[in-house]
Every structure is written in structure tokens, then in C-alpha cells.
């Protein structure tokens, strides 16, 4: 299930003022007092993700912007939803956000995924995993399959087994001179740290009876590692 914020600046700010991990603290902040109020200190899965603050990059005054919040735990985007329904006033880091509309809807995975945001694996050499130091294809496929079965498994308490591989068909984005990494600031406790993934304009799959509800699940729960982060959130193309 998703939760669509509809914001509306009350200042203008240059891109990346407002980062995930203020989007996070946003998150958290509103879910206090409920049955999720200890989401934070879990160090298992967290079942959920979110966009970019969409569209454009740069934050102007009474421009609106949009945040999609996804979980697999449609209890979890109630909660919040209920949470933020008479908020009139938010703030994403120093920002403040009038609280223009928000809703619930729910999308059907489709036959490719889209992302939105980076998946983040973990690297061979490094904590995270970067086509430039690792340069392994199917390292990143292996360690991103195995996430999501683990990920599907902790949440629904079932196993499952893929009749072949987690996407049939992967197309890139390609940076200039065809690099496939990307680089994200992140700040923690005001201390800078940056996050290695990859951004991808399809990843195909095969949808069976068998298998639609774990390709809905990742639709929601976000690809790869980071998820309450931000990372690895992605949409359905048709």
C-alpha cells in the first residue's frame, strides 16, 4: 500500500537541503505513540521506503512537491496516514511543508519495475557494492535476490522458490562515460556518509499465480538494502 503527501513549500531551498534521512526522521517522528513507535530501533527489516520529493530537484516556495510512502504493511501506512491526516504543517529537516492532501492507493507490480530511487547492495570490497570496484553483474543479482527472499521470508513468515531468475530482463541508467553508479549524501546526527547504488530503467519479470504476491510485496517493500532510508524504491511500468 502507498501514501501520497501532497506538500507545499513555505521556502525556497537549492537541491539535496533536504535529504532521507530527514524524510526518515519525518516518518518516525509521526508513527510516536503507536503500535510502530519502536520501528526505529529494529535492526531486522523495517518494511518500508519512500520517493524522492518529486518533481524536479529544487525546492521554490508554494511550488508543490509530492512524497510517496510504500509498505507491504498496509497496517503501517494506515497508522501513519491517520497520524498525518490532521497535520497542517510538517517540517523535512529546517523546511517547512504545508500539508496540502494526502491519500492511500495501491498499484499492481505490472511486468517491470522502475526505480525511483537507488538499490543498494552490499559490495564484495566495500560495504556497498559499486559496478566500478565490484564489476560483477551477477554478484549484484545474487546478493539482491537473496535480499529479497530473505526480506519476503522475515515478513510473511513463508518461503518461496523463483522458477528462474529474480528479473528476466535489466536495463540500466548510464551516467557519462557509461558509469552505473551513483553517489547519495546522507546525513547522520550531523555527520556526512555516502551511499553507493544504481538506478534502473526496467527490470522485467515473469508474473505467476505463484508469484504475484512476492513481486507485490517488493513493489512496496523497495529493492535491496536501505529500504527505511529511502533506497531502492521503485514503480510498475505496464
Not at 551516467?175 to 551513483?182: H, M, P, Q, T
Not at 549524501?185 to 538506478?199: E, M, N, P
Not at 512496496?220 to 533506497?231: A, E, H, K, P, T
Amino acid at each position: 500500500m502507498r501514501l501520497i503527501l501532497k506538500l507545499l513549500p513555505e521556502q525556497s531551498a537549492p537541491p539535496n537541503t533536504v535529504d532521507r534521512h530527514h524524510v526518515q526522521a519525518m516518518i518516525y517522528s509521526h508513527l510516536m505513540g503507536t503500535q510502530y513507535d519502536g520501528v526505529h530501533n529494529t535492526s531486522s527489516f523495517k518494511f518500508f521506503t519512500f520517493s524522492n520529493l518529486f518533481p524536479g530537484l529544487e525546492i521554490r516556495e508554494d511550488v508543490p512537491k509530492n512524497l510517496i510512502i510504500s509498505s507491504p504493511d498496509e497496517d503501517f501506512i494506515e497508522t501513519l496516514a491517520e497520524k498525518l491526516e490532521p497535520v497542517e504543517r510538517l517540517y523535512l529537516g529546517k523546511i517547512p511543508f504545508r500539508v496540502q492532501s494526502l491519500k492511500m492507493f495501491r498499484l499492481k507490480p505490472g511486468k517491470a519495475f522502475i526505480t525511483d530511487t537507488p538499490i543498494v547492495v552490499p559490495g564484495r570490497f566495500e560495504r556497498f557494492f559499486t559496478f566500478y570496484r565490484d564489476g560483477d553483474i551477477n554478484y549484484f543479482i545474487e546478493r539482491l535476490t537473496k535480499n529479497a527472499l530473505k526480506k519476503y521470508g522475515a515478513f510473511t513468515g513463508e518461503t518461496i522458490e523463483l522458477n528462474g531468475p529474480l528479473f528476466t530482463k535489466m536495463v540500466p541508467y548510464k551516467r557519462k562515460k557509461g558509469w552505473l553508479d551513483v553517489y547519495v549524501r546522507v546525513h547522520f546526527s550531523g555527520h556526512a556518509k555516502t551511499i553507493a547504488g544504481s538506478l534502473w530503467k526496467r527490470l522485467e519479470f515473469n508474473i505467476e499465480p505463484s508469484t504475484r504476491t512476492f513481486y507485490s510485496f517488493l513493489l512496496d517493500s523497495g529493492l535491496g538494502m536501505l529500504n527505511s532510508l529511502g533506497f531502492g524504491f521503485v514503480n510498475p511500468v505496464r
